[in-house]
């Protein structure tokens, strides 16, 4: 036989000898020199390509170079450039080049931010980016953070506080109890909540169609007067960020009404509470400090690595017996336990990617990170009207819904722009209509990637209606 040695003997030889790691760093920056050449989306080519993954489970070992070799030749022509300028799908954000560096080295920490005794460093760096976080979007003292996947995660965590807290406050433990025989619940919900929410109500016992909902405006803000008459046993739900039209709830005005009522209040502000931390757009999340508690992805407008959402709770002992029903947790010890205040128990250090990004940037980095993603899509606005396109949405924060001349239109042009390779957006349906949603969201994004963006659309557009004309031609 050729190879005997153990698979010990093999992984400490690999860790003593640095090739692998310079392999990989040499394939990171080939990736990172390319970012801007690449197609935006991979091509079809490049998807076909996926099928070398379709192997059957290895019995034996492979070279660990090949591993990565594989990897780096049909796995990196198969991503989605998001780290690039002209990504607009969905709300995805970049990351930062240092957060970037600083993530290599967390990553090779390998640490479980559970405990204080598993890893003090995520400790610490939790702690810190708890109370940078509660001082940069102007929160109460004292707010806890739990530090999770992302806005799914936090809002569930958010609703489950809220529902085991309206609870107890009746004399019901849910914890011990459960759901079945406790008093009711009453969610109150915008009609253009997203689908996160719905998801999070059914799989906490709430159920998403009993819910009451709240009609929204035209950009689908909540209609304030429209609130039903609130009471102790009321969840209401508030978006800072609507996913389609980038539109706030009026949030202060409703906090207002939920507080004299004894209700809760949590904020999905997935993307748009960061809007807290620009002094230019603070007058969209006015009031959020009113609520109970917050949800908010890093990973989105601060461009942290993902998965960096973050639970918000002012309340901070109400969040740690919603999120530990069992044994004795000590909150005011010396050291903070990341698993006080997170559904899960082992989790990476996420909140270091966060530290580093405020670390680097600073609160006026932040402030201009937001600023820039702003104006850039106000940018996208004037120009995309400028060629002739409608813009559907009021642009207040990052996000804009564009139609053509017509449905087919619209879908064609989208289809095209998304082959085209230039840029990337999505589609949706808005109010009936088939829409092409951009979001701005990452710092990587210049004026020049707008416009070349808007040509790529104009570009787009064009080749939609010679094709309509030819086929009309030929009917
Ligand atoms: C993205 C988003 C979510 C879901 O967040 P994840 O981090 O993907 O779990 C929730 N609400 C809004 C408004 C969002 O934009």
């Known amino acids: 036989m050729a190879d005997r040695k153990s698979l010990q003997e093999k992984m400490l030889q690999l860790s003593r000898s640095r090739e692998l790691f310079e392999q990989a760093k040499s394939y990171s920056f080939e990736y990172l020199d390319n970012v801007e050449k690449r197609n935006v ?85 939790e702690a810190v980016s708890e109370r940078w976080l509660v001082e940069l979007l102007d929160l109460p003292i004292d707010t806890a953070a739990g530090f999770v ?84 046993n009321s969840l209401v739900i508030l978006q800072a960020g609507n996913v389609n039209s980038g539109s706030f709830d009026p949030i202060d005005e409703i906090c207002d009404k939920a507080n004299q009522a004894n209700a809760w209040v949590h904020i999905d502000g997935a993307f748009g509470l960061w809007a807290a931390a620009s002094k230019s757009k603070q007058y969209l999340t006015q009031g959020i400090e009113k609520a109970d508690s917050w ?51 082992s989790r990476r250090n996420r909140a270091a990617e966060i530290w580093a990004t405020l670390k680097v940037i600073g609160r006026n980095g932040v402030e201009e990170l937001v600023d820039g993603l702003c104006e850039r899509s106000k940018q996208f606005e004037g120009l995309m009207k400028e060629n002739g396109f409608q813009i559907l949405n009021e642009v207040v924060f990052n996000q804009i819904l564009v139609t053509c001349n017509s449905a087919e239109e619209t879908s064609a042009t989208l289809r095209n722009l998304q082959q085209s390779g230039e840029a990337w957006c999505g589609g949706a349906t808005w109010h009936n209509q088939n829409v092409i949603r951009v979001s701005v969201s990452s710092w990587a994004t210049t004026e020049e990637d707008i416009e070349q963006t808007v040509s790529a659309f104009v570009i787009a557009r064009e080749e939609s209606r010679r094709k309509s004309l030819v086929s009309n031609f030929s009917k």
């Open 41 to 125: 989306f991979p091509t079809d080519p490049a998807q076909q390509d996926l099928k070398f993954f379709d192997e059957s489970l290895p019995e034996n070992s492979t070279d660990p170079s090949e591993m990565l070799h594989m990897l780096h030749q049909y796995g990196s022509p198969a991503t989605v450039t998001h780290t690039g300028g002209r990504y607009f799908g969905f709300v995805i954000g970049g990351v930062l080049p240092p957060v970037m560096a600083a993530k290599w080295l967390i990553d090779t920490w390998d640490q479980n931010s559970v405990l204080y005794v598993t890893s003090p460093i995520s400790s610490k760096l």
């Open 149 to 232: 996947s992302g806005s799914s995660v936090a809002t569930m965590s958010g609703l489950i506080t809220g529902r085991n807290e309206l609870l107890k406050r009746s004399g019901w433990d849910v914890n011990s109890k459960g759901l079945f025989d406790a008093p009711p619940i009453r969610v109150i919900l915008g009609a253009e909540a997203h689908s996160s929410v719905s998801k999070a109500l059914s799989m906490i016992g709430l159920g998403k169609d009993r819910v009451e909902l709240v009609p929204v405006d035209e950009q689908g803000r909540m209609n304030a007067s429209k609130v039903p008459l609130l009471d102790s």
């Open 295 to 345: 949800s908010v992805d890093a990973h989105k407008t601060l461009n942290t690595p993902y998965d960096g959402g973050v639970i918000l709770c002012r309340h901070r002992e109400a969040m740690a017996s919603a999120m530990q029903s069992v044994g004795s947790y000590i909150l005011y010890s010396e050291n903070r336990d990341g698993m006080l205040y997170t559904p899960e128990m």
